[in-house]
């Protein structure tokens, strides 16, 4: 892959998560609230086009980030901390996720992948 194309792949990525977790379910609106054109936000969160710094820049004004914090691996690939405590609080009790919280700082990272893997397989075969 390209940097151009691993750049919109990153950014698209991104975005998704910053819609997610924003619960923005429409694109045009949002696009059309930073003064850009209908299109802008399905342009990137489909690897279309990339945006200028200007408008990017609008982007993470909108959702109270820095250019710097968009960019930070931890977000890509829906991976954010922020997205993942959301989806426990969604779900879970405070003990809930403290009792999480220490069985995944006691059990061992493979486990824990193999574990992960098991209950995708499961749960998408169930759904």
Do not use: W
Not at 49 to 65: E, G, I, M, N
Not at 88 to 114: F, G, H, P, S
Request: charged letters at 25%; hydrophobic letters at 40%.
């Amino acid at each position: 892959m390209d940097r151009n194309n691993e750049l919109k792949h990153f950014i698209a990525n991104r975005v998704r998560e910053l819609l997610k977790v924003n619960n923005i379910k429409n694109q045009t609106a949002l696009s059309q609230i930073l003064g850009f054109g209908a299109n802008f936000i399905s342009n990137l969160v489909n690897e279309r086009s990339l945006p200028s710094v200007d408008k990017l820049d609008a982007l993470c004004r909108h959702f109270d980030l820095t250019l710097s914090d968009f960019f930070k691996d931890d977000f890509s690939g829906n991976k954010s901390a922020e997205m993942l405590l959301h989806l426990l609080l969604e779900k879970y009790q405070a003990e809930d996720i403290t009792m999480i919280y220490d069985v995944l700082n006691i059990v061992d990272r493979n486990k824990i992948k193999t574990l992960f893997a098991t209950y995708s397989d499961y749960h998408n075969k169930k759904g």
